[in-house]
């Protein structure tokens, strides 16, 4: 296979009249310069030039492999260029996994907004709970809650320090009380969610002195988590979900965060890749827009705990 060095060297020489000119602009050896021509005419099977001390001129053969060698770096230089600048561009096909009811809540609008600013930018969103297999998938970022299980992935971290929260609905506390202790969830409905490839039953707070653990129950749960999101808006039980997830239903009044003291189970969101190559232009503008907008949601949290105080 032809060398790009060595079909750039072959130019120079043939435009500088020198091969000796041609490997001092090159910033090359007249050894390595003269290994490279030979290498060349050597793997195309004819003499390109003609060479002595004082003279070098271009033989029948060399001037017409000539003008196939200029289109050829010609042709390269152009490949580079659109390259380089389709980096610099927002465009071209974003494609990406998101949580259900995050996706379908929160992503969605802010995703609107990120094609309007960039117009040229196609996005292929796929949503569920399901963990997406980055190798597998025809999907470039996954945002997924929770430390990665495959640590050959990369992380971008969008919400490290989010948190899943218990609500209800107004509704539901009307008719069914409001529990005040961990141990009362016993006596209550619980909305219960896939998470990975288990029933989410099990959950875990710290209440400033222990870390406690229970095992909750209900009569539904779901594979989808936006479903449990509304259930729990529609007054059927209590839910343990990620703030991001509730925020806009308790900030509009349509679920309350019950016991907010509590310290209740992390859930970091991630922007999640097969490779760092994948971290192209759009998907970083994505994260550090993402990155702004959960920071909002979050902010809204300690008043939420001296509302429930």
């Known amino acids: 296979m032809l060398r790009f060095d060595d079909l750039q060297l072959f130019v120079r020489a043939a435009d500088l009249g020198s091969l000796s000119a041609a490997a001092r602009v090159m910033d090359l050896s007249a050894a390595v310069a003269s290994a490279a021509l030979k290498r060349i005419e050597q793997q195309l099977g004819a003499r390109l030039l003609a060479r002595s001390t004082r003279s070098l001129r271009l033989t029948a053969e060399g001037e017409g492999f000539l003008e196939y060698a200029r289109a050829a770096l010609g042709n390269l230089d152009e490949g580079r260029r659109l390259l380089a600048s389709g980096q610099d561009q927002v465009s071209g096909v974003l494609q990406l996994s998101a949580p259900s009811d995050f996706g379908r809540n929160l992503l969605l609008p802010w995703l609107d907004e990120f094609q309007r600013e960039h117009p040229k930018l196609t996005v292929r969103l796929l949503l569920g709970d399901r963990i997406a297999d980055l190798f597998r998938q025809p999907v470039d970022i996954a945002l997924r809650y929770g430390e990665p299980e495959d640590s050959s992935l990369v992380a971008l971290p969008i919400a490290a320090d989010n948190r899943r929260v218990l609500c209800a609905a107004p509704n539901y506390l009307a008719r069914h009380g409001e529990p005040r202790q961990l141990e009362q969830l016993a006596q209550h409905n619980c909305l219960l969610y896939m998470l990975g490839s288990r029933v989410h039953d099990h959950w875990s707070f710290h209440d400033g002195k222990r870390e406690v653990s229970l095992t909750v129950s209900g009569d539904r749960f779901s594979d989808d988590a936006d479903i449990v999101r509304l259930w729990a808006v529609a007054g ?74």
């Open 236 to 309: 059927a039980g209590i839910a343990y979900k990620s703030w991001l997830d509730v925020a806009g239903d308790v900030l509009a009044g349509r679920l309350k965060v019950l016991m907010p003291t509590l310290h209740c189970e992390r859930a970091p969101l991630n922007l999640l890749c097969a490779h760092r190559a994948q971290l192209s232009k759009p998907v970083n503008l994505l994260s550090e827009m993402l990155k702004s907008r959960c920071a909002q949601l979050s902010a809204q949290w300690p008043a939420m705990i001296g509302a429930g105080e």
